[in-house]
């Protein structure tokens, strides 16, 4: 034990020895809090109540963000990712690969210029991979390309991009439900060229609604959209037409596709109404035109419509049947060279726009299109049916 008189002498040499430790030790910001301990150890010591005095001060813990808010991956920011939307950049162009490397094989060359989407690898492996990246072009392909071969595009170009081919944030939340008439078929070994709009259109809106068609009888369902869609041929035309219900027999009496001859038969609306009925979903007849259709649609339908994307000149002298028809310019792009066409509107925007599934578009995703560009589509070949769960059922009035 130390006599009174020795604490009080040593307590200047300890308080120095203190204060320069810590000078040495802490950083600067943080030496005017260690100093004050130091202090008041060294002055307890002095009046004989001191505890143990520590000159190595603790260590400073550092606070790092959760990873849950880790900033999210942005347009434009640099970092490819996810969602990103990449420009081909090089005079060469780039080609799409089957793996992210370049001995995996070469397929689509991709000229400057093209617009690809980075996508998870269907493994949901990373999106980027060594020098190669995951992406999928406007025709829906996928695959692997050097990134060192693109560049990200600004939110501005992504933007103006998007809205020339009406894409927008509000139709993409529909994007679980779409499907392509082309490559649906493929999924059942056709070679996806087909009249399959009206299927198609009418699955997009058994999807829309919770409505599951029955399978094919005979033919095991493969699990594929595709399969989905051949149902809704089958239940629709079977009944009044064998020879377009998309199946046959073979020589050994099985039931099979029918895919090349019957795929490319029309499909109407009376078709449509079987195959509702056969998914026990109910319909309603809903009035040929773009108000009509968000009232079904308000009150919880999703309607069919037919339309056309060809007409003859207005300029055409009158009574000239024969004049060639010529693309409309007031509505959205024809896709898959269709021209009297089936397309499902599943949704309204909160601005008054209309969500479009059609099945035949370029772009395969769900589109916004306005009220004008809806009643231009149906002008000239207009019709429209309401599907919907009698479950709940459409809002009494509907």
């Known amino acids: 034990m130390f006599s009174d008189g020795i604490r009080r002498a040593l307590g ?167 499907v392509n008439q082309f490559d649906a078929e493929t999924q059942v070994g056709g070679d996806g060229r087909n009249a399959n709009c009206g299927p198609t259109a009418t699955l997009m809106a058994f999807l829309n609604e919770g409505l599951v068609i029955p399978s094919i009888p005979g033919i095991t369902h493969n699990g594929t959209a595709g399969a989905d869609v051949q149902a809704v041929r089958y239940w629709g035309n079977t009944a009044s037409d064998k020879g377009s219900d998309g199946v046959t027999t073979n020589a050994a009496g099985e039931t099979v596709y029918s895919l090349t001859t019957e795929n490319s038969q029309y499909t109407g609306f009376q078709d449509v109404k079987n195959a509702v009925t056969a998914a026990r979903g109910s319909w309603a007849k809903v009035g040929a035109n773009s108000e009509s259709i968000k009232e079904a649609i308000d009150s919880g339908m999703s309607v069919v419509i037919s339309g056309n994307f060809v007409e003859t000149p207005a300029q055409a002298p009158e009574g000239s049947e024969n004049a060639d028809p010529v693309l409309k310019s007031d509505t959205w792009a024809q896709g898959g060279g269709a021209q009297e066409h089936l397309v499902a509107v599943v949704g309204v925007t909160p601005e008054g726009n209309f969500i479009v599934c059609d099945p035949a578009v370029d772009v395969r995703t769900p589109i916004e299109v306005t009220p004008e560009e809806l009643d231009a589509f149906m002008r000239g070949n207009a019709g429209a049916i309401g599907i919907y769960d009698p479950t709940p059922g459409p809002r009494s009035g509907a």
């Open 12 to 178: 200047p040499v300890l308080r120095t020895v203190a204060n320069t430790a810590v000078e040495k030790a802490v950083a600067p910001p943080l030496q005017p809090a260690a100093k004050a301990v130091a202090n008041f150890a060294v002055s307890s010591f002095e009046r004989g109540t001191s505890p143990r005095v520590v000159l190595n001060p603790p260590p400073v813990v550092v606070q790092r963000p959760p990873a849950d808010l880790t900033p999210p991956n942005a347009q434009g920011d640099g970092k490819l990712g996810e969602g990103d939307w990449l420009n081909v950049s090089s005079s060469d162009g780039v080609y799409l690969r089957p793996g992210p490397s370049a001995e995996s094989g070469q397929s689509v060359l991709y000229g400057t210029g093209t617009k690809l989407k980075v996508i998870a690898p269907p493994d949901n492996s990373a999106a980027v991979q060594g020098e190669f990246v995951y992406v999928q072009d406007a025709r829906g392909r996928q695959g692997w390309v050097r990134a060192a071969k693109t560049s990200e595009m600004s939110t501005d170009e992504v933007a103006k991009y998007r809205a020339a081919r009406h894409q927008s944030d509000a139709a993409d939340t529909y994007q679980d439900i779409y």
